[in-house]
């Protein structure tokens, strides 16, 4: 049973670690499976690396804008190829004479007249045979929209393929008017027998799509047209260090580089392959292991931050192998900017760009160039993050993705005029997609509204609004213990200002002093901020009593901020403003009254815990002071120096900072901000004459 102690007692980090191990390994399967080329290189750059000489044989592929040329000439110089039918013209021929015979004969024409109407009927055949031999082309969905002028198809007949404008074949509609054109010069006797006949009826299609045809010749043409254009030879040098890489060495690299990456028979040890990506993604997370613990040991011991730190790395590493194996997608438009905007939002800006760069290192193994991948992407995040300073300020975002785009569009021009040394070869079409990116930078607001739900975080914009004194818990406060809501705002002044000095969530602090003391809603009375000059309920209680209900403001208050939904770093504010420290007033009372008597410390002890966070330990120093100073018979700057003096290093020797991460030299500007700021709250004022 000791190793299921064991699991219990160490369950959080067993899931932390969990959180480390499924990450690793979800980046892993996402890798690309074939080895990385390891050389970076840039066109018109030198060649910073060694000589490079060729391992093995291999072709020298087209860039890709010239396979897409051909490409597009191969679809344009293409024809469509239809068959001529010679069947349905003389079956069309044979049914026209018949019909015409037996409707002559029905009609019992004598045969002076029989002549003419034989004539014509002959006539007839004769055009309807010269119309089908040039032939009729079918009303197919391939000709719709093309123009007739300009557009050629191929007729095969007899064997032979012949191409022909399509002005030059007959429609079903200009056949009927080519064939009543040639009985113009009939005689209306010799058209008796034609009047009771519909020529439409012997005027069919008789040149016909082929389907199978024209996609055949035009795979052909396809498999015709090569990807290479000529061969590198096993050993033979390709660029030596320090030589310009020009438009042809660029050419050759990238296809050896292709080659390397995709052929199975190039001589790789694929198991070593994959073992080295398993290190390489293991030393990546590790690094960032070691930065939070150094830095950010909250986040450690946070399986909900952690989650999502782990989650924004995974989620866009996954982006972009799904972007870079779709050609459909481009990887410029994937938002990568999110990711710091998301963890400056919620923790702060040097985790956020560490991680950010985590995640672009590891994305990058995706890309072709991982340092013009990184590098771009890492000056747009920088944009974005300093940028998007406030989000309760309004259009502030939509700048960001104003900023974020222009960052991009411009680095990305920069870097393909370094490489091209021609507008010409700037692809706006990515362009157009990192425009893309920069929209999906408007989803920030609705996101983080999302994670604040899920993981429980807190941005600034919520801040703000907590920090709102129309909220309705501090509109109760107002009103059930106006003393103590002005206490609360004193505090809050002193606390911000102090924490915008030494470095933290000024924001957050404010928030947190606002309603630390939102407990003393219940018993206002019994709190000295709210009493009334002759009305003291302690007088009619024991100092156990009394000090028992002033120390229940602070399980109430966390009562009541979790029954309105109040985030945890707000109530961690009311939990430990007071930190374990001791009720002196009524502790000292006791002691001084009954001094025979043997006195229980935990009774007149606030249950804590101590600050763990630069903000509660500036709200705590902040509080005592604000209480303390209301006290003071003199308000003089020796006296307020004095007072703030024995306040926070009573403080310190109780040890109520150990567990937070300030430092001397905080507490010692800290100090400071108080005497200057209550020195100026209760500065003299000159007396009015009557």
């Known amino acids: 049973m000791k190793w299921i102690k064991g699991i219990v007692k160490f369950w959080k980090t067993i899931q932390i670690v969990l959180i480390y191990f499924i990450s690793i390994v979800l980046v892993y399967f996402m890798f690309p499976r074939e080895g990385k080329f390891r050389y970076e290189y840039t066109k018109n750059k030198p060649w910073m690396h ?169 795979q052909s043409a396809l498999d015709e047209m090569t990807l290479s254009q000529g061969m590198v030879q096993s050993g033979q040098l390709i660029i030596a260090r320090g030589e310009l890489v020009t438009q042809s060495d660029f050419l050759i690299i990238e296809s050896l580089r292709k080659e390397y990456e995709s052929n199975p028979n190039v001589g790789k040890n694929y198991l070593v392959v994959y073992v080295g990506q398993l290190l390489l993604i293991t030393l990546i997370f590790l690094a960032l292991f070691w930065f939070i613990y150094y830095f950010r040991k909250d986040i450690l011991i946070s399986r909900s931050q952690t989650i999502f730190t782990f989650g924004l790395i995974v989620v866009m590493v996954g982006l972009t192998r799904a972007a870079s194996t779709h050609e459909a997608v481009s990887v410029y438009v994937i938002p990568f900017v999110l990711v710091p905007i998301f963890l400056k939002t919620f923790f702060d800006i040097r985790y956020a760009l560490f991680v950010y760069m985590i995640t672009l290192l590891l994305a990058g193994f995706w890309v072709p160039n991982s340092y013009q991948f990184v590098l771009m992407n890492f000056l747009a ?65 609705p996101l983080v509204f999302l994670f604040e739900r899920v993981f429980g975080f807190l941005s600034d914009a919520t801040l703000f609004e907590l920090s709102d004194t129309n909220q309705p818990l501090l509109r109760a406060l107002a009103e059930k213990a106006p003393g103590t809501f002005q206490h609360s705002m004193q505090v809050a002044s002193l606390a911000e200002e102090a924490v915008m000095k030494v470095g933290g969530n000024s924001l957050l602090v404010r928030a947190g002093a606002l309603y630390h003391d939102i ?50 770093k707000i109530i961690d504010f009311i939990r430990t403003h007071h930190g374990t420290g001791t009720v002196q007033f009524f502790y000292r009372t006791f ?21 763990a966070s630069k903000e509660n330990a500036v709200l705590m120093m902040a509080d005592s002071v604000e209480a303390a100073s209301r006290t003071l018979k003199a308000y003089t700057r020796d006296t307020i120096s004095d007072l703030v003096d024995n306040i926070v290093s009573r403080q310190e020797e109780e040890g109520q900072f150990s567990e937070a991460d300030i430092t001397f030299a905080d507490i010692t500007a800290i100090k400071e901000i108080f005497k200057n700021r209550l020195s100026n709250i209760y500065h003299s004022r000159i007396e009015y004459p009557e």
């Open 519 to 568: 407990g003393k809603t219940d018993n206002p009375q019994y709190f000295i901020e709210n009493l009334h000059e002759g009305s003291n309920p302690h007088n009619e209680m024991d100092e156990r009593s009394s000090a028992k209900v002033i120390i229940g403001h602070v399980p109430r208050g966390v009562e009541i901020a979790k029954k309105h939904g109040l985030n945890d």
């Open 591 to 611: 002691i001084n009254t009954n001094p025979d008597e043997e006195v229980d410390i935990s009774e007149f002890t606030y249950p804590g815990p101590k600050p």
């Open 50 to 218: 060694e000589n490079l000489v060729a391992p093995f044989d291999f072709p020298i592929y087209k860039p890709d804008q010239q396979v897409q040329r051909e490409l597009d000439s191969i679809q344009s110089n293409s024809h469509l190829y239809f068959f001529h039918d010679s069947l349905i013209g003389n079956e069309m021929i044979v049914a026209f004479t018949n019909d015409y015979n037996s409707i002559a004969s029905s009609m019992g024409i004598g045969e002076n007249i029989s002549g003419r109407w034989a004539m014509t009927g002959h006539l007839i055949a004769n055009v309807l045979e010269e119309t089908y031999m040039l032939g009729i082309i079918e009303r197919h969905a391939v000709l719709e929209g093309v123009s007739m002028e300009q557009t050629s198809v191929m007729v095969v007949k007899d064997g032979l393929a012949e191409e022909h404008r399509l002005t030059a074949l007959f429609t079903g509609r200009s056949a009927y008017e080519y064939v009543t054109a040639e009985l113009e010069g009939a005689t209306a006797s010799s058209l008796v027998v034609l009047n009771r006949m519909n020529l439409n009826d012997y005027l069919e299609p008789n040149i016909i799509y082929d389907e199978e045809m024209t996609l055949k010749v035009h």
């Open 381 to 445: 995040g920088l944009v974005g993050v300093f940028s998007l300073r406030s989000y309760y300020k309004r259009g502030i975002l939509f700048y960001t993705a104003i900023f974020v785009m222009a960052a991009y569009a411009i680095i990305y021009i920069i870097l393909t005029l370094l490489q091209e040394g021609d507008f010409s070869q700037i692809n706006w079409i990515n362009v157009l997609w990192i425009a893309g990116n920069g929209l999906l930078i408007l989803t920030v607001y």
